[in-house]
């Protein structure tokens, strides 16, 4: 069945690639700021600024079956140097612009015969990390509004959160600027190698897909084993 599916940020960096694997087979709407990257991509482009813009229902379909939140942050700095300003701004990109969105198009999302939701969590909500305070707490608080909202839900629709490592992005760059730091950052994976945005777009395109229909309430570690594995 072609779908709807409604990516919020889907212009560059992993949802742009979630909409390079998914537009030839469903009907894509893209709520983003910019539109310069998606060329000639059959999609329909939604200007929208979530820290400064409400969604219009109007620009889109009655029938929302997949829905995947992008915006996020990387805001790596030792605890004493964040401010609770810096930690008020990480909850709102992160969390709260989502819970505004998702209440808005919840009507949209119950037309569905089993929407799938897509969140994106961090790899240092599962393993302390140092320098990560603010980010685990925002990305920490999706991951359990994700697993409350698909038990609420169930099975209405599906709620599934991704969890990645380091990933190769525009948002990631300050930590790849050169060699030497791709490569340590490189190293610090089981699997020896950051991760790119298509390795995130496929487990979000399958979490999309009828194929995963008796999967929900999982947050899905995409991080090179990071997670999981000691192989020092």
């Not at 990257?37 to 329909?44: A, K, M, R, S």
């Not at 340590?184 to 991760?195: A, E, V």
Request: include cysteine; charged fraction near 20%.
């Amino acid at each position: 069945m072609k779908k709807n599916i409604l990516l919020i940020g889907g212009s560059y960096g992993i949802g742009f690639e979630i909409a390079l694997k998914l537009y030839s087979d469903h009907t894509i709407f893209i709520a983003s700021r910019t539109s310069e990257n998606l060329g000639n991509l059959e999609v329909t482009h939604i200007p929208y600024d979530a820290a400064k813009d409400e969604i219009d229902p109007s620009s889109l379909p009655e029938r929302i079956d997949g829905f995947v939140y992008c915006p996020g942050s990387i805001n790596l700095k030792p605890f004493k140097m964040l401010t609770p300003e810096t930690f008020a701004e990480d909850m709102q990109i992160n969390f709260m612009f989502l819970v505004k969105i998702i209440h808005k198009l919840l009507p949209r999302l119950q037309k569905s015969e089993q929407a799938s939701l897509v969140f994106f969590s961090t790899v240092a909500v599962k393993i302390g990390m140092p320098f990560h305070t603010s980010i685990a707490a925002a990305k920490g608080a999706i991951e359990g509004f994700a697993r409350a909202l698909a038990a609420e839900y169930a099975p209405q629709f599906r709620v599934n959160v991704i969890a990645p490592s380091l990933t190769d992005t525009s948002l990631s760059k300050r930590l790849l600027s050169n060699d030497k730091k791709k490569e340590l950052m490189d190293n610090r994976h089981p699997m020896k190698r950051i991760g790119q945005a298509e390795d995130i777009a496929n487990i979000a395109k399958f979490l999309l897909s009828d194929d995963s229909n008796w999967i929900t309430g999982q947050v899905i570690g995409v991080d090179g084993g990071m997670s999981t594995l000691n192989v020092s």
